[in-house]
């Protein structure tokens, strides 16, 4: 199993951009895939970003696709969501996800090996 810790997270306004970061540790070379899915109150976790260990494949849930970025740096420990044009529908607690298998299983739940504890994001209109 990874450990993954979150940052990045906060309120802003409509039109505004965050990044997320969420640092890896508990093994040496990541493999697999990480992703980033949210949680809205009374709604279901969802995958919002999905990519291959360093910076391969990438998908995008449809609702975000043009709007947010994800990425690692070199070594694969740290994933990023860069989030620009927010909207408050965007509003959601947000979780690192890491699994060992391809990137279909970062872009469902059930996929999942290990998650972060979350970060709130907040956007106000």
């Known amino acids: 199993r990874v450990n993954l810790v979150e940052s990045g997270g906060g309120s802003v306004q409509t039109g505004g951009s965050l990044t997320l970061s969420c640092s890896r540790s508990g093994d040496s070379y990541p493999t697999g895939c990480m992703g980033w899915f949210r949680e809205a109150p009374g709604e279901e976790r969802i995958m919002v970003a999905a990519t291959t260990a360093h910076n391969g494949r990438k998908h995008y849930d449809a609702s975000v696709n043009g709007r947010f970025t994800i990425s690692t740096d070199d070594t694969g420990n740290t994933l990023y969501l860069r989030m620009t044009n927010l909207k408050p529908e965007d509003t959601a607690l947000y979780y690192c996800?890491?699994?060992?298998?391809?990137?279909?299983?970062?872009?469902?739940?059930?996929?999942?090996?290990?998650w972060g504890q979350g970060t709130q994001v907040t956007v106000s209109s």
């Open positions: 996800a890491a699994s060992d298998g391809p990137i279909g299983y970062c872009t469902a739940p059930a996929g999942v090996g290990d």
